[in-house]
């Protein structure tokens, strides 16, 4: 197998101003494409530091990744690092350059001398297409060795990375497979499924347990292996039942969304603690308003009361965060927004505001349907993120079981 380096570039990122996601989708990416990610560095814009550790990187890699440095200005040195380290001129592309130049004058009424360095070009490279942003990227072969330049922003770096996944391709390709579970401990899933799991030792197998997305278990294996590794997920997904709530790049919104798509179905939300998590990570998906009606933040007792139309005296006698507040929440958002289903969340995410009877982690839900309304209680650990977006998980997970029960019931399943 192939060793390949992910570099980092930027100040930003060294100074922890900003995360560096790059790094994770390209190593994962890099693995199924049959290559040993054996260092991420992040880099900061200095020359001397950059042409170091590039140079030592093709000392021990045979592929090389940077992101980020190649902006417009004195501090993006990318460029100009790897053509010292290789000994080649960097070319201005006099086409890049004139549509950078349009493009500025386009969008600003300027154009600056200094956006035509995102024009120079290594010596002997292939320009990459950069279809959202300015500076495209660069790939180029050296002594056997491969170097790909990629733009810093996410936005730009994948879809420049995307177009030629083809050209980094590997003899080693690996298939994977990855298996995403709800309501299962880790060691539990792995104790009572170890027999299945572990059946070929050529087969790689990893778990993840997060909050924030359940319990996945991942499948490695050469391409030569995909039947048996397919054979797997499946006797697993059939052993594990609605515990399983996604396969693969699917997310617990995609189910949702697809469930309700595919059966002409809508939802609404009605959010307390969770401040409208369950509304931002739906509205990521494209064309989600075919079945997604609307949502509610009724933080406060007021809001419940004048906006969900929650009883004051319900929330006097049982409090906010109780299941007969939630289905309040649920039933009245359903109404508001006339849709078929509607999942509501109150809780106490802490760190403060629990009781002995009801202490922080303490989070209500409800799914409300034509057919009525389930209410459901779940004692949460962790700090105030962990329990908000374990809560999202959570409802999303409510809502794809409550439909698929709808749909079972009449008799009319897709998906």
Not at 73 to 98: G, H, M, Q, W, Y
Not at 139 to 147: M, P, R, V
Not at 212 to 233: A, M, Q
Request: a negative charge; hydrophobic letters at 40%; proline letters at 4%.
């Amino acid at each position: 197998m192939k060793n390949a380096i992910i570099y980092s570039i930027g100040n930003e990122l060294v100074e922890g101003l900003i995360v560096d996601t790059n790094s994770k989708f390209l190593s994962v990416h890099l693995k199924s494409l049959g290559y040993n990610v054996i260092r991420i560095e992040t880099l900061p814009d200095v020359l001397d530091i950059i042409v170091r550790r590039i140079s030592e990187g093709l000392s021990e890699a045979d592929l090389l990744i940077t992101t980020g440095g190649l902006g417009p200005t004195e501090d993006d040195l990318t460029r100009e690092a790897i053509s010292k380290v290789l000994n080649k001129s960097l070319v201005l592309n006099e086409e890049i350059a004139n549509e950078l130049i349009e493009r500025a004058l386009k969008y600003y009424n300027k154009a600056p001398e200094s956006v035509k360095k995102q024009a120079l070009v290594l010596e002997g490279a292939i320009v990459l297409d950069n279809p959202v942003g300015t500076a495209p990227g660069q790939l180029i072969k050296h002594n056997g060795k491969t170097i790909v330049i990629l733009p810093g922003p996410p936005v730009e770096m994948i879809p420049v990375f995307e177009s030629i996944k083809g050209e980094l391709k590997t003899d080693d390709e690996l298939y994977t497979r990855r298996i995403k579970t709800i309501g299962v401990p880790e060691a539990v899933l792995m104790d009572e499924h170890k027999d299945l799991l572990y059946s070929n030792p050529q087969i790689t197998i990893a778990t993840m347990a997060s909050y924030e997305r359940g319990v996945e278990v991942r499948l490695t294996g050469s391409v030569v292996l995909k039947e048996e590794i397919d054979g797997i997920v499946e006797q697993l997904t059939n052993l594990l039942g609605e515990s399983v709530y996604a396969l693969d790049d699917d997310s617990i919104e995609d189910v949702v969304y697809k469930l309700l798509k595919e059966n002409n179905l809508t939802i609404s939300f009605a959010e307390s603690c969770t401040g409208g998590l369950l509304s931002a990570r739906f509205v990521d998906i494209p064309g989600v308003s075919s079945v997604y009606k609307g949502g509610v933040v009724a933080y406060s007792n007021e809001s419940k009361a004048n906006i969900l139309r929650v009883p004051k005296d319900i929330i006097e006698k049982h409090g906010a965060v109780s299941e007969e507040c939630v289905s309040y929440m649920a039933k009245n958002a359903r109404e508001i927004f006339d849709s078929e289903f509607s999942v509501s969340i109150s809780g106490i995410a802490g760190p403060t505001g629990g009781t002995p009877q009801k202490p922080v982690g303490t989070v209500c839900f409800a799914f409300a349907s034509k057919k009525g309304v389930k209410a459901f209680t779940y004692n949460l650990r962790g700090d105030r993120e962990m329990i908000r977006k374990r809560s999202a998980l959570i409802g999303f997970d409510i809502a794809r079981r409550g439909i698929r029960e709808w749909l079972r019931l009449e008799g009319n399943i897709k998906g």
